[in-house]
């Protein structure tokens, strides 16, 4: 299945700016993006994706600008692009550029075929396993829905759904399936809940992470730390 996965390539993770540099939340970023899309060619899928820019400029900040990556995360990435990864340039915002590429993917083009999935790109512990059991569920919109209220990922098997993201867009999508008639389901897992939004969020991917972003964190020197009953994270300097 085709898979859009968008990605603020500018100034990503803003919500991030407490722990990390700009340097650095376009590096995590990154990585994580990389994280994603190893995971959903694993799973069977075809990542194109979304991008408010040229992802050399991304590479070009990984390498250049962030002491903390190494050369197996640069080269893994330099392998996704020559590999023909298919980038589109879309610096609208997110709600529209996701629904001009849906919609492209209903025409048929050569580029992508119906259905079509769309898979955020901060999603580090995201699994092929729980990637397939997304792409692989029944129903003409199925949703996974993140923590918080908003949408991680969703497939359609119907060309008149759209998305309307921020806020508590679980709800709005599941009404605007509803509107239109689709059958709707739901995808219940922990994994694809869990993006990767603030500094409470860099918890789970140090306590369940595995692979790249988790890498990336010890080496910037996050650990996760107990004091009483609490679970924190904390950097060291
Ligand atoms: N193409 C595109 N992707 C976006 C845009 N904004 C966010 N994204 C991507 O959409 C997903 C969810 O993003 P958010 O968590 O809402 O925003 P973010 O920019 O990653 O982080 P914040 O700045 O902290 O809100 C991530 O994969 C982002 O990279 C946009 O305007 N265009
Ligand atoms: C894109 C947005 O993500 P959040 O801001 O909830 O992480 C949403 O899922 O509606």
């Known amino acids: 299945m085709d898979v859009i ?36 060619v694993a799973a069977g899928g075809t990542p194109h994706v979304l991008a408010t820019r040229p992802l050399d400029h991304d590479l070009e900040a990984l390498r250049d600008a962030d002491p903390n990556s190494n050369r197996s995360f640069q080269s893994d990435l330099a392998g996704s692009l020559d590999s023909g990864l298919d980038v ?22 050569d580029a992508f075929e119906p259905p079509v999935a769309v898979v955020m790109a901060d999603l580090p512990l995201a699994t092929p396993a729980s990637l397939r059991r997304l792409l692989e569920a029944d129903g003409e919109v199925v949703l996974a829905p993140g923590r918080g209220g908003g949408t991680n ?3 359609s098997r119907d060309p008149s759904f ?7 867009s679980i709800r709005d999508h599941r009404r605007n399936a ?26 789970e991917v140090l306590v369940h ?11 910037a020197g996050f650990e996760v730390a107990t004091d009483g009953g609490d679970t924190t994270v904390v950097r060291s300097e």
């Open 209 to 219: 992470g595995e692979r790249r972003a988790h890498e990336w964190l010890l080496e």
């Open 178 to 203: 509803r509107s239109i008639g689709a059958t709707l389901a739901e995808v219940d897992s922990r994994r694809l809940a869990s993006d990767v939004d603030d500094r409470e969020d860099l918890l």
């Open 88 to 109: 589109i340039v879309d610096d609208r915002d997110l709600t529209t550029a996701v629904n001009a590429a849906v919609a492209t993917a209903f025409e048929g083009t």
């Open 5 to 40: 996965v968008p990605f603020a390539a500018h100034d990503p993770k803003t919500r991030l700016s407490d722990v990390l540099d700009p340097g650095e939340r376009r590096a995590f970023a990154r990585v994580m993006l990389a994280d994603v899309l190893e995971s959903i």
């Open 153 to 155: 990922a969703f497939v």
């Open 162 to 168: 759209r998305v309307d993201y921020h806020g508590v």
